[in-house]
């Protein structure tokens, strides 16, 4: 045989492998040939090592292309399990009634045996429904049977269950659903009550839905009692998360570069940040369609300028009422080549109709920005500082302390009065009272005003103001912007507002309040201060997260 298997060896992977597959055939074969009766426990570890190797020879065999080193590399690897599937004493077959009909168990847990699952409520009937059957029935005394041969296939099924244990069967069926709606046990449970008297009903064992475990008397084993016992003793308060310790904190995924909103987060809540910065826990439901639209407008106003400003090359790019009308044309095309790689919404009609409300808000932005009369012209679209690894990348914000601040700004643009940059970010979604002047220290906004400082700081340019620019073509900016005669004007024209117009001195306060708050969250950030504080990070003073952090808020 072996002599075989070498000869094999010099043709290909195919070949070799139904050579060997023979060979170990024949092997077992001659050790347990004239053998009668069970095999011993080494033939029944052979005849498992058997199966294995000619299951994954004939895989070998299907694949093709294999040399013969390369399927002896693969069987070098496989694992043989033994007596997988043996009964065990204590062991717990997880199964359903067709796999139990000929095994014997000493118990048998029956569950879901509610009225709407066995028996399985009866379908339709295919060809005739019960107002055509009761015609049938009154003309001719014909009566067509209905789900009578189904139900008996149900019945049958319950009875491989009920009659396969030796000691003891347990029948638990649920009594509402986990909306409080009442639900009825299977006629089979009545029938066995029938058979086997009514102090087995009276006898039962009940746990509401509201009853997190059973009571200390009822409960069905020793680790039940526990639990019960447990949930009824004495409540010790958790620890809530404190400080990371210095090895944790040294891995933070942070630690080179923060950004902007991740510092907002920090100052709403460290360890909400922790949670959704650093732990990361799978959602249940899909990525928020919100999202998509934003990423969406992001991409086709970045389109649109760049095209603009290819055409204007060295002025600049600049939506005016003179460009305006190229402007949209810009944005229609845009849309129709991106919208595709997007996912708006569930269904084709839901993705068409964002599609139309998309149009619609950057046609309005568009429109706005042409009447404003600023004179902004956008020098730089999606600049960017501190990321790691991406081409044509500025350094990192420094802002002292080892605390270095990464972004991506939407727009710089160039104030044509005064000559400085101006930082306009964009927002999708409706406008908050936090987006002005007033509001960035209140609300720990920080993501302009940082910009600004990476625009001042990286680029060593001046700077004239930053806004938050919702796209919606109804609310106006709102932001911090130098006070310019163009920018009274179109706060008179309502292109800004009044109130976030600001003289130097104002702005540069704004910026050094701002630099001084994100360098001391960086550095809390950095020493892993992570400790909870809820009135500031959920809605009304909630714990986002109470079960990791257990603040009990």
């Known amino acids: 045989a072996l002599d075989r298997v070498a000869e094999a060896a010099g043709a290909d ?138 139900r008996d296939a149900e019945r049958a099924l319950f009875y491989a269950c009920v009659s396969r244990p030796t000691e003891r069967l347990v029948l638990s069926w649920r009594t509402s659903t986990e909306e409080g709606a009442p639900v009825l046990p299977s006629v089979f449970v009545d029938e066995v009550v029938r058979r086997l008297g009514p102090e087995l009903w009276d006898a039962r064992r009940v746990r509401l839905l509201s009853e997190v475990t059973w009571a200390p008397d009822a409960a069905p084993t020793p680790a039940e009692r526990v639990r019960s016992l447990a949930a009824r003793g004495p409540r010790l308060p958790e620890a809530p998360l404190g400080p990371l310790p210095a090895g944790a904190a040294k891995r933070l995924r942070q630690r080179d570069a923060i950004s902007p909103g991740a510092l907002e987060r920090v100052g709403g809540c460290p360890a909400s940040w922790l949670v959704q910065d650093e732990l990361r826990p799978a959602a249940l439901e899909p990525d928020a369609e919100p999202l998509a639209r934003g990423s969406l407008v992001h991409a086709a106003l970045e389109r649109v300028l760049a095209g603009l400003g290819e055409e204007a090359r060295d002025a600049g790019a600049r939506v005016a009422p003179a460009t305006l009308e190229r402007a949209l044309a810009l944005a229609d095309a845009a ?39 600023l004179p902004w012209a956008a020098e730089r679209l999606e600049w960017s500082f501190g990321m790691a690894g991406q081409p044509g990348s500025a350094p990192a914000l420094e802002l002292g302390g080892g605390v270095r601040v990464h972004g991506r700004v939407d727009r710089v643009d160039r104030d044509g009065a005064s000559g400085g940059a101006l930082v306009r970010d964009y927002k999708t979604g409706r406008a908050q009272p936090s987006w002005s002047a007033r509001g960035w220290e209140d609300a720990r906004r920080l993501q302009v005003a940082l910009y600004l400082l990476a625009v001042r700081e990286v680029l060593g340019e001046a ?40 003289d130097a001195e104002r702005l540069e306060a704004a910026l050094a309040a701002a630099a001084h708050t994100a360098a001391r969250l960086g550095r809390a950030l950095l020493d892993g201060a992570v400790a909870p504080t809820p009135p500031t990070c959920g809605f009304a003073g909630a714990c986002r997260h109470p079960g990791i952090c257990r603040s009990g808020a």
């Open 335 to 373: 849309l129709d080549a991106l919208a595709p790689e997007h996912r708006l919404a569930g269904t084709a009609g839901g993705q068409a109709g964002a599609l139309r409300a998309i149009r619609a808000s950057v046609r309005g932005c568009l429109e706005q920005e042409a009447r404003s009369g």
């Open 463 to 502: 700077v004239a103001g930053g806004v938050y620019a919702p796209v919606d073509g109804v609310d106006r900016p709102r932001g911090l912007v130098l006070d310019t005669e163009p920018a009274a004007a179109a706060a008179a024209h309502k292109a800004l507002y009044r109130d976030d117009l600001a």
């Open 13 to 150: 992977g195919v070949g070799f492998a139904g050579a060997l597959r023979a060979a170990a055939a024949a092997a077992f074969a001659a050790g347990v040939r004239g053998v009668r009766g069970p095999l011993s426990a080494g033939e029944a570890d052979d005849a498992e090592a058997l199966r294995a190797v000619d299951a994954a020879l004939r895989e070998v065999e299907a694949l093709g292309g294999l040399a013969p080193s390369e399927v002896v590399e693969a069987l070098s690897g496989l694992e043989v399990v033994l007596d997988a599937g043996a009964p065990r004493p204590g062991a717990v077959l997880v199964a359903d009634p067709l796999a139990i009909r000929a095994r014997r168990f000493r118990a048998v847990l029956v569950g879901g045996l509610q009225s709407d699952e066995l028996p399985r409520p009866a379908g339709a009937e295919p060809f005739f429904g019960e107002e055509e059957r009761r015609e049938i029935a009154t003309a001719s005394g014909l009566r067509l049977p209905r789900g009578e041969r189904a």
